[in-house]
């Protein structure tokens, strides 16, 4: 099983015309996603990788039903394809447009909620079930999603979208599968934090053990420990926070945008040991991540 | 971006909201007019995009015109928290009977917009904690309670109470209206005669919303220039995007180690610096690349990097993410290095290229002579192994 999205699952692309859409809407196809219709107002009729092109969202769906919605559109309309998205009954949005006004995500994640869904991103690079279906970019060409990921039981969840594909890349080179790999993105304020996606993960019977790839910023490592530590989970949670060295440089912003260190709050060494006192395992290099991995699956 | 005070003071007079007399001065002269036109005590406060001014030295009061004028001249040309005083704001001293926080900004844990209150103000307000909150959501409207439940929370009551309702209120509308991250009051103060002011203010906008406030900016053109006085060298490497859109040659940091990096994404690029710092080598720069950028780019980036006098060797990290092409890299690299004359087996301690076009990257660097590793080594393992 996976979390999210299924091999049948059937995607909607807005903004399928933009360069990177339409590259990735190819890879995916050739990678085994079901991507059945593709909006850009103004571009209805055409074909992309011989997906059709809609209009509007609600004429897609009339022509070709889906369940997922991945919008890669440009930052300044994200709120209005999200509230078409979710006025016709969309209920997976997987937001790979960066750069988005803070504002407009934070109404963006209250429209979903509002409407019983789930958005991932904004700044997602996707969600991978290997084998299955990719909803999204990550990994790149369709090959190369092949070479780093491995259809298993290890569920992953990463704030950066290119360490995700690192992470899975080890895991398979020591023989470790994936179940379901989401790319949360590294803004400040996303959809899917840890801590909205573990019972997900919980419910699954085909996941055995998580990883999750943190960074400085922001208190989603400490919300997941405080959780960890009241409701004892059953997946064990192998853990790597990327950026001590922030807390060395104070006031110099790093990495993702949501990478911003302000004080002990948020610190990456704060979030290793609020994790570790919470009986999460945290790995200090990447390199342990698929021994500590084998282990806890023993 | 953020506005400094006398620009957002203005701004925000301009909506109504109770901000004191105050007038500008770039020169001892115009402190000295200021205080005189304003009459009896004011406070001169430096404007640098910096929070923390008051404890850096950057507030002086005076109850002369003359005493302005001297204050001006010790608080003009220092350098403070990294800028230098250009400008100050001249204020009509107030008379404090109390003081107040109150500030709007996103809570990314609730995911949210709020509004934050205590009626402990000033400068340590971090430290106090016992913050009262009340979440709104960023729409253009903003309900009349979302005011009345902060000025509740500040435990006023009557008249006051009345006031600072309507003045949260129209702080909360601003801070969406304006697309800010962060819209504080700090301190909110009560006079003795019983008016409201905001005595200080700290805005930051949304860079990602700037594109939308351009009427907002063209009002705060004093703001607009310190942002964009970055280091030289941050700047070269925003104008190599300006100039070549395709990839990012991103975010460059320069730091004071001997090692220069080139690292592909940003959460590879925290990982490298981890690792660089745990081996006791140090880093000559922060960067991070993203997308596809063109040779030229690539080739630019490492003479920009390579031209830091400490800079003795290169460090090129590509993770697996396989959307950048790497042995495009791996050109731009060489080409970079062959132009300043150098020679690419002694300036680059490590490659490590998985990716895209791989191994038609990894036999370019192997003409040149060039150690690399793949997918196999770790982003930790390679830093060790140029340990």
């Known amino acids: 099983m996976t979390i999210l999205a299924h091999a049948e699952t059937r995607i909607l692309v807005q903004g399928i015309t933009g360069r990177e859409a339409a590259t990735f809407t190819a890879e995916s196809i050739r990678y085994g996603a079901k991507i059945v219709a593709g909006v850009t107002p103004g571009k209805g009729g055409m074909r992309i990788h011989d997906v059709p092109v809609f209009d509007t969202v609600r004429g897609a769906l009339a022509a070709q039903p889906a369940d997922a919605a991945i919008i890669s559109v440009p930052p300044g309309v994200a709120l209005d394809a999200t509230r078409e998205a979710l006025a016709n009954g969309l209920r997976l949005l997987v937001v790979v447009t960066e750069r988005i006004p803070r504002r407009d995500v934070v109404q963006m994640i209250e429209a979903a909620r509002q409407a019983g869904a789930q958005m991932v991103g904004p700044n997602s690079l996707g969600i991978i079930s290997p084998g299955k279906t990719r909803i999204g970019m990550a990994g790149g060409a369709a090959d190369a999603v092949r070479r780093a990921y491995l259809p298993g039981r290890v569920g992953v969840i990463s704030r950066s979208g290119g360490m995700m594909t690192e992470i899975a890349s080890l895991l398979t080179g020591a023989g470790i599968g994936q179940s379901t790999c989401v790319s949360i993105g590294g803004d400040p304020i996303i959809g899917a934090t840890f801590l909205d996606l573990l019972p997900l993960y919980e419910a699954d019977p085909e996941t055995d053990a998580l990883v999750i790839f943190g960074e400085p910023g922001g208190m989603m490592e400490e919300r997941l420990a405080e959780y960890v530590e009241a409701q004892h989970p059953r997946l064990p949670i192998i853990a790597f926070v990327a950026g001590r060295f922030a807390d060395r440089m104070q006031g110099i912003r790093f990495g993702h945008a949501g990478a911003m260190v302000n004080g002990a709050a948020g610190s990456p060494a704060a979030k290793i040991v609020r994790m570790r006192e919470a009986g999460i395992l945290v790995a200090s290099r990447l390199g342990e991540i698929p021994g500590m991995v084998k282990k806890v699956m023993r | ?387």
């Open chain 2, 1 to 387: 971006m953020i506005i400094v005070e006398y620009e957002a003071k203005a701004l925000l007079k301009a909506r109504g909201l109770p901000i004191p007399d105050g007038m500008t001065a770039d020169t001892p002269d115009d402190a000295r007019y200021a205080a005189e036109t304003l009459g009896g005590a004011v406070v001169l406060k430096v404007q640098i995009p910096m929070g923390g001014r008051m404890k850096a030295g950057g507030v002086r009061f005076a109850d002369t015109p003359e005493a302005a004028e001297a204050a001006a001249r010790d608080l003009l040309g220092m350098t403070l928290l990294g800028w230098r005083v250009e400008r100050l704001l001249v204020e009509r001293r107030l008379a404090i009977a109390g003081e107040y926080y109150l500030g709007a900004t996103y809570d990314s844990g609730q995911r949210s917009a709020l509004l934050l209150a205590s009626a402990a103000g000033g400068i340590d307000i971090e430290a106090h904690g016992g913050l009262g909150q009340v979440r709104f959501s960023p729409n253009v409207s903003i309900p009349d309670y979302v005011g009345r439940e902060a000025a509740a929370a500040l435990g006023l009551a009557g008249k006051a109470f009345a006031q600072v309702s309507g003045l949260a209120k129209s702080l909360a509308e601003t801070f969406v209206q304006w697309d800010a991250l962060l819209l504080e009051c700090n301190p909110l103060l009560v006079d003795d005669g019983g008016a409201w002011w905001i005595a200080d203010v700290h805005l930051e906008l949304d860079d990602d919303a700037l594109y939308r406030q351009k009427a907002l900016l063209e009002l705060a053109p004093f703001s607009a220039a310190l942002a964009a006085r970055r280091s030289a060298f941050e700047m070269s490497a925003a104008a190599l995007d300006e100039r070549d859109h395709r990839g990012a040659a991103g975010r460059l940091v320069a730091l004071d180690g001997t090692i220069g990096l080139i690292i592909g994404g940003g959460g590879a690029s925290l990982t490298a610096m981890d690792a660089l710092l745990d081996a006791g080598l140090s880093p000559a720069n922060y960067c991070e690349i993203g997308g596809n950028p063109s040779v030229w780019k690539v080739k630019e980036l490492t003479k920009l990097i390579l031209r830091q006098p400490q800079v003795e060797k290169l460090v090129v990290i590509m993770n697996v993410v396989s959307n950048t092409r790497v042995d495009l890299m791996a050109r731009g690299v060489i080409k970079g290095i062959l132009e300043l004359g150098r020679d690419p087996r002694d300036v680059i301690a490590a490659f490590r290229i998985p990716g895209s076009w791989e191994d038609e990257g990894a036999k370019l660097l192997d003409h040149y002579g060039v150690r690399h590793f793949g997918r196999e080594t770790t982003i930790e393992g390679v830093i060790e192994e140029i340990r």
